[in-house]
């Protein structure tokens, strides 16, 4: 495969003694339709973000209510606690491997994910994973924005004796919960406004702040405890023998899924590296271990409250609106804040921002693909979302979560594989170039990703309950009965399929004019 690297380097762009590539002065092709300031490489000079900053980024995006809660559902699978936070730790392991293989070509070229995947779809074909990531954010932008106004609200109405709760009602909802969701709303569209630099400033002062909540909470449980209950002692409803592996996979897929999404942007950030050793060191260090130290803290935490009040409370938000402290509220409400904004921005509103700049960028800049998002995340109606799970999980979550683990396969591939990380950085914005293909499409890749596609998320089913009612809106046999024993696996099997499909469509001599 030596031939799929072209010899000497492009003169319009040049390397630095660390590998950086950045265009040389003058070749970015700024008049293009598919250029503007936002998506074009960010200099070397301008790569500034270090060990610390990755690794701070993952720690205040994973200490967040949705992460605190996720080993209650693997509890209530019948897993004790030690095997929800070994299945958490191993799939945090394993995402890290797709987001460090994707994040690599951030601080080498500077560059976003819907430009990365310029390279492998097609400057046009492109869209296609750029939308599928952008709808998927803008989604969980509206969710979690209602979970963090709703938290507001909760600690607002103990704080007032419950008059909020009392409060006129619009459209079946207390008034102050609408205004709760309007501010929460505000305030992180007022953040990311900011720019990409104030919100490493931001994330930089969010995590160690969150981290010492979350400690704060553990300790005052403890207290008032004197011990951590008996959730520690319960045993496994399942063991360790067959009832417990056909719920681990399907478990350690969702697990994964949870982050899934953030391997494909994750380059919207490490385009801002200051080398690979910060994002590859701090993505280590932030992800899997901080994602396992929560899962252990939400345990012991939860354990402590079961002592207390009778009951496992596996909502932070619900356990702090239990104490009668004011300070203490107040404390928690300031917690539920940062914790929420952190995540939601980094996740949910950095992406789609690129993403629709991409889908014009003569018209749209990252700001205004922010503000886009922050509308769409309204419109979306996402009290209505989170009031059906079925719909939400199976339905969105669950498809697109598949498609998501199929473009990864394909930018992988694509980048490590066939070109073996060597792009030609003006051609990616230039039509007529190295990645126009076919009118701007690259139908092997739109072939790879819908063959993998098909097989990821085909197999979708609903399970059914006791009186034989579905729980879902798929067929309780799979879309297509065939497909169904991949679905539990639909990321691992859309990924695995999309790469080595891909490989081979572009194999040989489309490989070699790839790079001609």
């Known amino acids: 495969m030596t031939e799929t690297v072209p010899t000497g380097s492009p003169i319009s762009q040049t390397a630095d003694s660390d590998g950086r590539i950045e265009l040389a002065p003058g070749a970015f092709p700024a008049d293009s339709p598919f250029a503007n300031e936002d998506l074009r490489p960010v200099p070397v000079a301008e790569r500034k973000w270090t060990t610390y900053n990755f690794a701070a980024l993952w720690i205040s995006m994973a200490h967040c209510i949705p992460s605190w809660t996720l080993a209650s559902g693997l509890v209530a699978l019948g897993m004790d606690w030690k095997q929800a936070v070994f299945t958490i730790a191993l799939a945090n392991v394993i995402v890290l491997l797709p987001m460090l293989a994707t994040g690599h070509a951030g601080p080498k070229y500077g560059i976003p994910f819907p430009v990365l995947a310029r390279a492998s779809f097609g400057l046009r074909g492109a869209n296609i994973p750029a939308l599928i990531r952008a709808a998927v954010a803008c989604g969980w932008f509206g969710i979690q924005t209602w979970i963090g106004g709703s938290g507001i609200f909760a600690l607002g109405s103990k704080l007032t004796g ?59 449980i403890a207290v008032k405890a004197d011990g951590f209950g008996q959730l520690l002692s319960q045993p496994s409803k399942l063991g360790w023998g067959p009832d417990f592996w056909p719920v681990f996979f399907p478990s350690l897929m969702g697990m994964i899924g949870f982050w899934a999404t953030l391997s494909l942007n994750i380059p919207d950030f490490t385009r801002f590296g200051s080398s690979q050793r910060a994002q590859t060191w701090g993505q280590s260090l932030g992800l899997p271990t901080t994602m396992t130290l929560f899962a252990v803290l939400a345990v012991l935490v939860t354990s402590g409250s079961e002592a207390v009040y009778g009951e496992a409370i596996w909502d932070p938000v619900a356990l702090a609106a239990r104490t009668d402290n004011a300070f203490g509220l107040l404390f928690a409400l300031v917690i539920v804040v940062v914790a929420t904004v952190s995540v939601n921005i980094a996740a949910n509103v950095v992406s789609p921002a690129y993403d629709l700049a991409n889908l014009a960028p003569k018209l749209i800049n990252f700001r205004t693909g922010a503000l886009i998002t922050g509308v769409i995340g309204v419109l979306i109606f996402p009290w209505k979302l989170i009031s059906t799970p079925e719909f939400y999980i199976f339905t969105w979550l669950g498809v697109v979560g598949g498609l998501l683990g199929t473009v990864a396969g394909i930018l992988i591939a694509d980048y490590w594989i066939v070109r073996r990380t060597v792009l030609h950085l003006a051609d990616l914005y230039r039509p007529g170039g190295r990645y126009w293909y076919s009118s701007g499409w690259n139908f092997k890749a739109v072939a790879a990703f819908v063959v993998g596609g098909v097989l990821a998320v085909g197999g979708s089913y609903s399970g059914v309950d006791a009186k034989g009612a579905k729980t879902g809106p798929f067929p309780a046999d799979g879309l297509i009965p065939f497909l169904k024993p991949l679905a539990d696996y639909g990321w691992a099997v859309g990924l695995a399929a999309s790469l080595v499909l891909y490989v081979a469509l572009m194999g040989g001599r489309e490989r070699r004019s790839a790079e001609a």
């Open 162 to 220: 419950g008059e909020w709760e009392n409060a006129g009602r619009i459209a079946g909802n207390p008034w102050p919960l609408w205004l709760c969701f309007v501010f929460f709303w505000a305030v992180q569209i007022a953040i990311i406004y900011r720019g990409m630099d104030f919100l490493r400033h931001f994330e930089n002062w969010a995590a160690p702040f969150v981290i010492v909540g979350a400690f704060v909470l553990l300790i005052w």
